[in-house]
């Protein structure tokens, strides 16, 4: 069975360039590995500096008799080389600084100031399609990968060189005995006798490391090719590079995470054997994928057959239907001509008779001796008539037909650069998502389009889960989790017309991924981007602008839909304007929702113009709304301060909700204060007295902090405790917590100081009512509890 294993390893072994099993490997940047001869011969034939090679292990396998036709090519070395993991030098350009050249070269001075660059050697990968950069010193920096050799070697021993002896390469011919041991630091295989004689006992020699007979010595260590001799003791995760203590040091490598190798090893040995055992475990998997990939095999030459002859049945149908618009086209000219030809013929025949010698003439000769004046007025009238006409065809001649046919050429250059792009119909692109429009409220709402260059779609598909969601309930972590998680969940909305569609039924508080494509004659096309919104963490609260409570109409203008309100200039404002010389009196304004809140938990979200002076938007006590609205305060009262969240007469009770619950914004900021100013015991509530949530965008000041308006504002209220959520509604990040009285119904309020606008989010449900409802299916909805229409 280990005999079989081995021979089944012969193709993770070879080079990508010589095809053959791999000798002397390096490891490329890309982590594939190639000869370094292959390497070496690719790179001069790219046009760059051939690097002087070391000499092959000193072993019987690099004697003449057996060295390979590759070795045959190699350089001879000019002088005693350095190991292959920090000997490669470029030719005749100049070094780099870290690798000055050899004794006999010279120093290296330093690059001059007006010099180009030092060369960027680029390595033309196979199995990686793409260039992979070898930084300036080339192959210097590629490490020799141990590990493939002694694969490498195991595989040679148990296939070809298992019955092959190694001789020694110190005893003289013809009584050479086959060898013993080998010796790691000189390089060579001995017998015992001439390991004895080369290693003599109380010498430095007698210290080598003795290893089996072999045709392949390799170092004993990685050693960094930047640094002589020290060891590959780290390795950086960031980089996926093995490090050296003193590239350890290096400012590359700060802030990376780097690793001792023997953790890495581990690490990695572990990983890999997970990743073996779940192979191993799903072999029958992997065996019906096989069976299920040779049907396909079989099913595409039986499709490609017949597609083939479809296509010639395509084109036997263009060249009949340009055959009979030839028979058509011919018919037609040639009717034309006969008719051009005979009409002209004509006009011949009539220019003849007015020769001299012609019968009209004559006639009219023989007419003009008729001397009986009735008789003659009688036969000449037609001959007047005749002349007359003749006379006017002399002195205006035109042709009776255009012998010309420019009418009859055909303009052919939209058709041949319609038969030049002909070509197989094409599925659609992936259809880009439009993020801007998309959102999840009481629904989700996606919308996408098509780039220009795509083919027509003639419906589309949506798919959509929730995310982290497997059968079980929880979400599933590892190899088998992330698979269970790709099988499971997707549903789909099938044969959607147009660019958008509606998905209810959603949990709420998740967040659930989105994606789409589209579908004509050539099947489905690639899916786009997958989108992920966050449904609200509340039901959504349906309300409108309630206009019955003394609206102020000189101040606030509510749109007929009473979804969106204005605050306008009235007269009053125009006066108290008129009037002062250095500053207005500004007034608040309030307004409600047309609902009480009195149970529950309830989302809704609005947006508030960017341009707006100040806006506050939040909850509060109906009966706490209709007294503030009846007895209106100056905003500098130190009696109601609405965003504080209570007012004067609260001070004499610690242990009562304020009941207002406002955040302010204005001029394109929202203002988040630091702390909410609720009373500690409100903290039994879990977050009551939680900061805003900062991201380092906003400007913070010892009592809050501002950041950019977002598009739209979300607002959850609990009224069983009593507490205030604020969002940003497009991405349902919490902005700021406070609480509020929740002793009586509670109402949304809106407050407007000076110009501004906001509108409320339309409910999903009413701006798509109209639309046609698609089929809704489930993919794999093993252990789904959802519905399907």
Known sequence: MEKSNMKSLEQELHCSVCKDIVKQPVVLPCQHSVCLMCASEVLVANGYPPPDLPPEPNSPASTPNTRSPRQVRRPTPKSEQRPIDRVLRSGPHLPSPS??????????????????????????????GQDVELGEKGLTDCLRNLTLERIVERYRHTVSLGSVAVMCQFCKPPQALEATKGCADCRSNFCNECFKLYHPWGTPRAQHEHIPPTLNFRPKVLTCPEHDQEKLQFYCRSCQRLLCPLCKLRRIHT??????????YQALKEKITKEMNYIQSNQDTVLSQITQLESSITQTEVNSVSAREQLAQSIRDLTAALAERHSSLTQALESTRKKRGEALSAQVLERRGLMEHAGFMAFTQELLKETDQPCFVQAARQTHNRFSKAIENLQHFTLAADPSFRHFQLDVAKELKLLTDLTFIKAPVAPVIDTQHTMAYDQLFLCWRLPQESAPAWHYSVEYRRRGVVPGGASRGGVRGGLAAARWGWQRLDEVSGTSAVIDRLEMDSVYVLRVRGCNKAGYGEYSEEVYLHTPPAPVLNFYLDSRWGLHADRLVVSKEQRCARSVPGLSLLQAADQALTSCHLTSDLLVGDVAITQGRHYWACSVEPGSYLVKVGVGLESKLQEWFHLPQDMASPRYDPDSGHDSGAEDALDSAPPFCFLTMGMGKIYLPQHNNHHHHHSSHGNGNRDHITNGNGSSSPTGVTYPLPPRLGVCLDFEKGRVTFYDAHSLRPLWEGHVDCSGPVCPAFCFIGGGALQLQELVANRNADQTPVRRVTIQARGSNLNNN
């Open 99 to 128: 690798m000055p050249r050899s004794p006999g070269y010279g120093t290296y001075q330093g690059r001059r100031r007006k010099e180009a660059p030092p060369l960027v050697m680029m390595f033309p990968c196979i199995p990686c």
């Open 255 to 264: 802030g990376h995470k780097v690793l001792p190798v023997a953790h890495a």
